[in-house]
């Protein structure tokens, strides 16, 4: 599966963005989906994912209540929907999957086989 990321943006502190996040090659209704983040300066960093069987979602801490992550089988597209953004959330955000991993709130980078390139996000104060 091929991934692609898009949406990111300047957004003001507060604000909101969507990403998404498009697959081709593949159905992304088949794959766990995953979004990661990283910052300048430090590691990536594993944001949400939705799982294939169930829809089971997880997040990490930092972004419980003002993150979702959701998927559109029929469009095959994941998105992830962020609100309340703050400056500690810009990073190059990117979308990650798997076919065979059922996701959990580890949220490992090495779990995923496919990944898309970054989108910038960028939160100004």
């Known amino acids: 599966v091929q991934l692609q990321a898009s949406g990111g943006g300047l957004v003001q502190a507060g604000g909101s963005l969507r990403l998404s996040c498009a697959a081709s090659?593949?159905?992304?209704?088949?794959?766990?989906i995953a979004w990661f983040r990283q910052a300048p300066g430090k590691e990536r960093e594993g944001v949400s994912c939705i799982n294939r069987s169930d829809g089971s979602t997880y997040y990490a801490d930092s972004v419980k209540g003002r993150f979702a992550i959701s998927r559109d089988n029929a469009k095959n597209m994941v998105y992830l929907q962020m609100n309340s953004l703050k400056p500690e959330d810009a990073a190059v955000y990117y979308c990650a999957s798997d076919p065979d991993l059922y996701c959990d709130d580890h949220l490992s980078l090495g779990d995923y086989t496919s990944w898309g390139q970054g989108t910038l996000v960028t939160v100004s104060s």
């Open positions: 090659g593949s159905t992304l209704n088949h794959h766990a």
